[in-house]
């Protein structure tokens, strides 16, 4: 059974970083492309990034596009959400999401593995 389990989110002041971090346990990771999504509340979840299985290819949504960087040590079966220059309009609830033999896309319904989600919160 593929579970993801997530990590590193937390309250930081606006200006901030913070490094999430995604394990991935019951299945071979270096198969699967990651994702990253975020859901604020009141609001849909919505597309944060992915990299693909192969880890050559990225992907950002433009909110954070040059502030947010994906990574993946498959040694680690780990992806990484690196989050800088944090904005109060960051604060959410950041989901990873797993598909195997996928590509770095936006699109919620190709990832059939998520985990449980974690809270981060940005001060300003």
């Known amino acids: 059974q593929v579970q993801l389990v997530e990590s590193g989110g937390g309250l930081v002041q606006a200006g901030g970083s913070l490094r999430l971090s995604c394990v991935v346990s019951?299945?071979?990771?270096?198969?699967?492309?990651m994702g990253w999504f975020r859901q604020a509340p009141g609001k849909e979840r919505e597309f944060v990034g992915a990299?693909?299985?192969?880890?050559?290819?990225?992907s950002y949504a433009d909110s954070v596009k040059g502030r947010f960087t994906i990574s993946r040590d498959n040694a680690k079966t780990t992806g990484f959400l690196q989050m800088n220059s944090l904005k109060p309009e960051d604060t959410a609830v950041y989901y990873c999401?797993?598909?195997?033999?996928?590509?770095?896309?936006?699109?919620?319904?190709?990832?059939?593995?998520w985990g449980q989600g974690t809270q981060v919160t940005v001060s300003s």
């Open positions: 999401a797993a598909a195997k033999w996928g590509g770095a896309t936006s699109r919620r319904n190709t990832y059939p593995y």
């Open positions: 019951g299945a071979t990771f270096s198969d699967y492309a």
């Open positions: 990299i693909s299985w192969s880890g050559v290819s990225t």
